[in-house]
């Protein structure tokens, strides 16, 4: 166990690790760092109590239990003016010179310290390794030369400087003290795969950042290998393809881990994704489709936010609405089927078949206007639905249970049109409201009723908001066939659109934006001739 001084108040403090045969610390545990740095940072901390009586104490339960014969030195803090890291005899000597030239009795809380740590044998090393990191801390790491040489490219160049007596370098402001200690102990190990099986994700970003600036090969490896059989959890696959990239900018292989995120295919292909929304569309469990729909649709709004998307939203939207064109061709010809004279002579299975396949391409349509509506492309598909002439004339022939459907999708047209989020032509507008108001109209009181997520009060503001886009003739035209049947069928079955109403009304009646202009003036001169007025 290791021990823990402060100079000039002594903080003894147990740090654990693990000593090899050959007398060296093997993968240090980062409770040693931890309690370390926890142990420095109360020290600068002001203090109500004396630390010398808590010194005294933690000193008198070291003496209790007597060293292991396989103990390393023991660590040691240096004073503020220390500039290395001393022996473990000569340190009392300097601080009893320092203390002389210290003023007398100084505010203990108010002198800055140092941490010093040594791991290691000093008895069978042959070279010595200082690491200064940062607020004053030091590790003082008793190593051997050729075993770091033989690991690391960077030691093998530092080490072999002609030098007198046994090596000793200094590592200045070093990043990651502790992950530096840990690295080079793993120089000694024969297993490394074994000492990294227990480590996190992030710490092994942090040793293989370490290990690659020390040029420890086999390090890097074994945290690749690592990071390639590890599940990533959460934020850790981003930050692990951010560190594995740099290395690959190295000129590292690191292909093995990339595989993971990315294929030998630079852009997916359109027939993966097209596959995709074939399966969503065609799947035959409800609750399995609908969760399915909401994953998808939630996934291709984040692809919408990412930059360089536009390459790909040309050919994304194309397979879109293909699969549109194929959805509105199944939802016509199940119109058709039912709307046939003998629908009711079939047996009450096929009957329900036909039903299901009417809402599950309804349901489609809907789930792919809505995608559209995201990727502000919805454009088109008002104008296909518009032009459905043959299916709005069905509309009429097939019970009110079944096609309400198709009118679920006209609501939702209008919604969108009233919120901006769509912006068809003139001209669609016009053939919209022509070719599918009076069927919506006619569902309207089942779909108040019998629609859970029919909300009467969007889907009016945006019949109005919708028809107040039209020239005010065609405005006038609309809203006296709107008045003329909502003064028959009334409040619940008919929308609501008196503040429709209201606003074309202020604008023939009471504010006309445009108005003949007015006639020249004319003033009358004292001679009795007329001239226009200036």
């Known amino acids: ?62 003496e209790k239990k007597p060293p292991s014969p396989l103990e390393p030195s023991r660590p040691q803090l240096a004073a503020e003016d220390s500039r290395t890291i001393q022996e473990m005899t000569g340190i009392v000597n300097t601080a009893a010179v320092a203390s002389e030239r210290v003023p007398p009795k100084p505010k203990i809380e108010n002198v800055p310290k140092k941490v010093a740590i040594e791991f290691g044998e000093p008895g069978t090393s042959d070279a010595k390794v200082v690491l200064l990191g940062k607020q004053g801390f030091c590790v003082k790491l008793s190593v051997h030369r050729n075993v770091l040489m033989e690991n690391s490219s960077f030691f093998a160049k530092k080490l072999s400087e002609p030098t007198s007596g046994s090596p000793h370098l200094e590592l200045e402001d070093c ?26 994700v992030p710490r092994v970003l942090r040793i293989l950042k370490v290990a690659q600036q020390f040029g420890f090969n086999a390090c890097v490896q074994s945290c690749l290998a690592y990071l390639e059989a590890v599940p990533w959890v ?6 692990v393809v951010a560190s594995v990239l740099r290395l690959q ?24 994704l097209s596959h995709i929304m074939e399966l969503v569309l065609k799947g035959n469990e409800e609750k399995g489709r609908r969760e399915m729909k909401s994953v998808v649709l939630k996934l291709l709004k984040e692809n919408n936010n990412l ?24 939802l016509l010809s199940v119109f058709r089927i039912a709307a046939e004279p003998d629908f009711g002579d079939k047996t009450a299975g096929d009957r329900d078949q036909v039903i299901k396949e009417i809402a599950l391409a309804a349901d489609n349509l809907s789930w792919l206007l809505d995608i559209l509506t995201d990727k502000q492309d919805a454009e088109k598909f008002a104008d296909i639905w518009a032009n459905q002439q043959e299916m709005a004339t069905l509309h009429s022939k097939l019970p009110i249970t079944t096609r309400h459907h198709a009118s679920c999708i006209t609501a939702r047209i209008f919604v969108g049109i009233g919120r901006g989020q769509l912006l068809p032509s003139k001209e669609t507008r016009q053939l919209l409201l022509h070719t599918w108001l009076e069927p919506l109209i006619h569902d309207y009181s089942w779909l108040q009723h019998g629609c859970r997520l029919f909300d009467r009060k969007v889907v009016e503001e945006g019949i109005g908001r919708t028809i107040l886009t039209l020239p005010l003739e065609d405005q006038q035209r609309i809203m006296l066939s709107w ?12 929308p609501n659109l008196q503040k429709a109403f209201e606003v074309w009304w202020r604008r023939t009646f009471v504010r006309p934006y445009v108005e003949p202009p007015p006639p020249p003036q004319i003033d009358h001169q004292l001679d009795g001739s007329f001239t226009s007025g200036r």
Not at 182 to 194: H, N, P, R
Request: overall charge neutral; aromatic content about 4%.
């Open 1 to 62: 166990m290791e021990e823990i001084r402060v100079q000039g108040q002594t903080r003894i403090r147990n740090v654990p690790i693990a000593v090899t045969p050959e007398g060296f610390w093997c993968c240090p545990s980062p409770v040693a760092f931890q309690k370390t740095l926890k142990a420095h940072n109360s020290v600068n901390k002001p203090k109500t109590s004396s630390p010398l009586s808590k010194a005294a104490t933690s000193k008198k339960q070291t």
């Open 175 to 200: 990043e990651d003290v502790e992950i530096c200690v840990e690295t080079v102990g793993l120089m000694y190990c024969k297993e490394m795969k074994q000492r990294l099986i227990k480590q996190s």
């Open 234 to 239: 959460g934020e850790e696959e981003e930050k």
């Open 249 to 272: 900018d190295e000129g590292v292989q690191v292909t093995p881990v990339l595989k993971r995120v990315a294929s030998g295919i630079v852009n997916p292909p359109k027939d993966t």
């Open 307 to 330: 930059p360089g998307h536009e390459n790909s939203a040309a050919l994304c939207n194309d397979m879109i609405y293909s699969s549109c064109r194929s959805c509105l061709d199944s």
């Open 483 to 494: 008045l003329g049947s909502f003064l028959k069928a009334g409040d619940n079955n008919c």
